[in-house]
């Protein structure tokens, strides 16, 4: 079946550093999604992408929907606190309403 | 983005015994998805929810041991039977984002340890 693969696993940077993490498959993908989870809480949307080649930004969040249609990549700048979660890209399944999700990134600020 | 309400949020339960995990949303959608999230992995979804009908389950989840209910379209119920320690997970709630989006929007899930 498709999946995601995610990378890194984890992240340790220092508060105030940019932040870079990339979603990858071997199959195509014609949405990519974005969520970040809090620790006890469900994940959230951050980013939805649609179009391949698109670049959509929320705030101090990129992402860029790769030409192939089989990759994705999610930047934060300048990094606070609150950017402490896990973050899952995702995408739906071919023929199907449902979606696949990647393993995580766990990010870890040091203050 | 709809609101969705989880109840309950944490449970701590005997091994053998069920619990109901309830979710409600703030408006009517086709479909409501459940996902279990054991500790420090993904998202892995359990089954679908449809309404008027019976839930599909994904590979390696059946109805005996996740029964789920979904009387209308706003509310849902996901129970997990004679549990066991490998049931101890997080379990979310999921909606569509309508209109035809892929998207999905999520509950603030239950966190279940089963002892």
Redesign the interface.
């Known amino acids: 079946g498709q999946q995601l693969n995610q990378s890194p696993q984890s992240m340790f940077i220092q508060e105030g550093e940019d932040v870079s993490m990339n979603c990858t498959s071997s199959s195509i993908f014609n949405t990519w999604l974005w969520y970040k989870q809090d620790p006890g809480e469900g994940p959230v949307l951050l980013i939805a992408l649609y179009k391949a080649g698109e670049l959509t930004s929320n705030g101090r969040l990129t992402a860029q929907f790769g030409i192939t249609r089989k990759d994705s990549f999610l930047n934060i700048s300048a990094s606070i606190p609150s950017d402490v979660g896990i973050y899952f890209c995702a995408g739906p399944v071919q023929g199907a309403q449902k979606l696949v999700f990647g393993q995580g990134t766990r990010l870890t600020i040091n203050p | ?1 709809a609101v ?1 309400s ?1 109840k309950p949020s944490r449970d701590i339960c005997q091994r053998g015994t069920s619990l109901t995990i309830q979710c409600q949303v703030d408006s009517q959608v086709t ?1 409501m ?1 459940w996902y279990r999230q054991q500790p420090g ?5 359990i089954a ?1 929810a449809n309404q008027g009908s019976e839930a599909t389950y994904e590979s390696g989840f059946v109805i005996d041991k996740f029964p789920i209910s979904r009387p209308n379209l706003t509310f849902s119920t996901l129970t997990v039977s004679n549990m066991s320690p490998e049931d101890s997970s997080i379990y ?1 709630c ?1 909606v ?1 984002g309508g209109r035809g989006s ?8 239950t ?1 279940l340890t089963v002892v």
């Open positions: 983005s969705i989880q479909m998805f992995q993904s998202l892995t979804l679908t979310l999921s569509e892929t998207e999905a929007f999520f509950g603030q899930g966190r």
